[in-house]
């Protein structure tokens, strides 16, 4: 059974950093894309970053961009995303995503999600 | 502002069938797959349509997925009061190199 376990949540003040990690089982890690989505409170969801399984090239949302960063460590099943200069509007629930690649050219799809961790930005 | 557009909410008796709509502002639905979530209160997203239309094991035949052209569509037959959620469409963006969702559409079986 494919388990996504995320954790480092928390309280944090504007300006602040943190860096949340999903440890993976259930599956060869290092083969699968990864992926944080994210859901502030009473929103829709909205994709924040992604990495690639053998290669680790990396995306991100613009609301992102230049200050989160996602990596993986293969050799733990582990997948983190750093976290700075937080902001009130980085509030939500961060979800960890596998990613699944289908039969055609860039066919992919967020197969299976852990449950999240809460990030409030507040100070 | 979501890329991909949903209607915000729609509903129907149980034993109807539903339909929600997700449509793109650009060539991004056109070019690559669609894929359908659910989302139960309180819990977190579950995958429920692939590749415009195919369905994970264990998600029942009463959920299907169509597209066309630059538009997708989610079809829940047969509704029961368990179907209430919401219902998310997403896309990989392959000329931005970002994944899109639509805005999400609450469905209220009355």
């Known amino acids: 059974e494919v388990l996504l376990l995320e954790s480092g949540g928390g309280l944090v003040q504007p300006g602040g950093s943190l860096r949340l990690s999903c440890a993976a089982s259930?599956?060869?890690?290092?083969?699968?894309?990864m992926t944080w989505v994210r859901q502030a409170p009473g929103q829709g969801l909205e994709w924040v970053s992604a990495i690639s399984g053998i290669d680790a090239g990396t995306f991100y949302a613009d609301s992102v961009k230049g200050r989160f960063t996602i990596s993986r460590d293969n050799s733990k099943n582990t997948l983190y995303l750093q976290m700075n200069s937080l902001r009130a509007e980085d509030t939500a629930i961060y979800y960890c995503v596998k990613v699944q690649e289908g039969v055609g050219a860039s066919d992919y799809y967020m197969h299976v999600w852990g449950k999240g961790t809460t990030v409030t930005v507040s100070s | 502002q979501s890329v991909l557009t949903q209607p915000p909410s729609v509903s129907a008796a149980p034993g109807q069938k539903v339909t929600i709509s997700c449509s793109a502002s650009?060539?991004?639905?056109?070019?690559?797959?669609v894929s359908w979530y659910q989302q139960l209160p309180g819990t977190a997203p579950k995958l429920l349509i692939y590749?415009?239309?195919q369905r994970p094991s264990g998600i029942p035949d009463r959920f299907s997925g169509s597209k066309s052209g630059t538009s997708a569509t989610l079809g829940i037959a047969g509704l029961q009061t368990g179907d209430e959620a919401d219902y998310y469409c997403g896309t990989w963006d392959s000329s931005l190199s970002t994944w899109v969702f639509g805005g999400g559409t609450k469905l209220t079986v009355l």
């Open positions: 259930g599956f060869t890690f290092s083969n699968y894309a």
């Open positions: 590749d415009n239309n």
């Open positions: 650009s060539s991004n639905i056109g070019n690559n797959y």
